[in-house]
């Protein structure tokens, strides 16, 4: 079979200042053959950072361009798409933390799926330009698995959470845009990613800004649920593989085969800033608590990502133990980026810089 080799020029990126979409942006300018622009927009919700690109924007001028744009308002969207002659859209924007989903479910109900919806409508509206719309999700929309078996692209879907629930609803509007309209699209789910720009609620930056202050680790239930580990650039890596050379219409999961219980990554956590930044007294082990469980808690997800290894020859490449250490590091030197993430004065500097 001859291999696909898309060509992408105005590539819209959503929710390019999170987490992974920065690392995204990053990977594909600097590591690629991509010589088109890219163009992201992001609300900038509390985990959004256009500073994250701050050096990118410098160093790749208009081939990097920022628009503040809620997904969610079609009008806004539209005029992006036509300003810049969309002919591609990879689709990170998303509430993406569970706590948070079960605490205030409705705008992951807006943006996970009507902000989905937009841009799918809008992506149909030029399908005779468009090359390709990827769609980024998750695992969990799998459910939780037992001590036994893996997802594989032919898992039900059963979401637990109504962050699950919600990427799983945007991933049925990305199939059925695909079956009913011919939509192209690729879509790719992926295990818990780790690395740089991960804001400070999820697990292992978490635990590492705790640990750092001395404050307590908070570890769910009994600590055994076990999540599947990949660093950040071999998912992007990953999707990069999906956009140039995936099959259209075709389902991909990626994962880290790296398979850990939530509290062997946390006293991980506390070893490596033992080593690299030491105390006097007890070790960081110390600061682990078990408090109550979070409500539906997934017990295990573990993937088989033997499609996208077979058919496109993608493997992760970083060790969690080098992953780990690097993103401690990162932390560590990170110290004014964390300040600014978890000040409420850069909030109102971002408020101000962009409305
Ligand atoms: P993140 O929370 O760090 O970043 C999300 C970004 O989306 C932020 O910049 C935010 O400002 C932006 N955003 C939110 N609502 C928006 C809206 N209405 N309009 C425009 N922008 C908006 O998330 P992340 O961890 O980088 O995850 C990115 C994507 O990858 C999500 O779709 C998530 O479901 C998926 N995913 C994440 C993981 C993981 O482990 N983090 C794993 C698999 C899949
Ligand atoms: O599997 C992919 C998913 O991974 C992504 O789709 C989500 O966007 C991403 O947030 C992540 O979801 P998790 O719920 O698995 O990640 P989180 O970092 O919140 O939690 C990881 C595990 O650690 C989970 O079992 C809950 C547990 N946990 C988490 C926190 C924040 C704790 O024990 N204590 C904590 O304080």
Redesign the pocket.
């Known amino acids: 079979m001859t291999k696909i080799h898309r060509q992408m020029k105005n590539l819209l990126v959503t929710g390019g200042c999170g987490f992974i979409g920065t690392n995204f942006i990053q990977y594909v300018l600097e590591n690629t053959d991509f010589d088109g622009r890219i163009v992201n927009v992001d609300k900038l919700t509390y985990a959004g950072n256009p500073e994250n690109l701050a050096g990118t924007a410098r160093r790749f001028g208009d081939r990097y361009i920022f628009e503040k744009v809620d997904i969610c308002r079609f009008d806004d969207l539209r005029r992006v798409f036509e300003r810049y002659d969309i002919d591609s859209v990879c689709h990170f924007a998303?509430e993406?933390?569970?706590?948070r989903s079960i605490v205030g479910p409705g705008a992951f109900i807006e943006t996970n799926i009507l902000g989905t919806f937009n841009l799918l409508e809008l992506a149909r509206a030029r399908q005779d330009r468009l090359v390709l719309f990827h769609h980024v999700s998750?695992?969990?929309v799998f459910g939780s698995l037992g001590a036994e078996g893996f997802f594989t692209e032919q898992t039900p879907y059963r979401p637990n959470s109504p962050?699950?629930a919600s990427?799983a609803a945007s991933d049925h509007l990305v199939r059925a845009y695909h079956k009913t309209y011919g939509l192209p699209v690729t879509v790719s789910n992926?295990?818990?990613?780790y690395g740089p720009y991960q804001f400070p609620?999820?697990?292992?930056p978490?635990?590492i800004l705790n640990a750092l202050a001395g404050e307590p680790l908070?570890?769910?239930?009994d600590?055994r649920?076990v999540?599947d580990w990949l660093y950040v650039s071999d998912h992007c890596r990953a999707i990069w593989t999906v956009m140039r050379h995936g099959a259209t219409g075709e389902t991909y999961n990626v994962g880290g085969a790296n398979e850990m219980p939530?509290i062997e990554v946390v006293e991980m956590v506390c070893d490596i800033l033992d080593e690299l930044q030491p105390v006097a007294g007890p070790s960081r082990r110390d600061l682990i608590r078990f408090?109550k469980d979070?409500p539906g808690?997934?017990r295990r997800?573990a993937i088989d990502f033997s499609k996208i290894r077979e058919s496109l020859d993608w493997t992760p490449r970083e060790t969690f133990a080098t992953g780990l250490e690097k993103t401690v590091r990162w932390y560590l030197e990170q110290r004014r980026w964390v300040q600014r993430v978890q000040s409420g004065a850069y909030r109102r500097w971002i408020e101000a810089q962009y409305h």
Do not use: F, Q, W
Request: net charge negative; charged share 25%.
């Open positions: 998303a993406s933390h569970v706590d998750t695992d969990e962050y699950s990427k992926c295990s818990n990613n609620e999820k697990l292992i978490l635990m908070p570890v769910y239930g600590g649920n999540r939530n408090v979070r808690h997934d997800y």
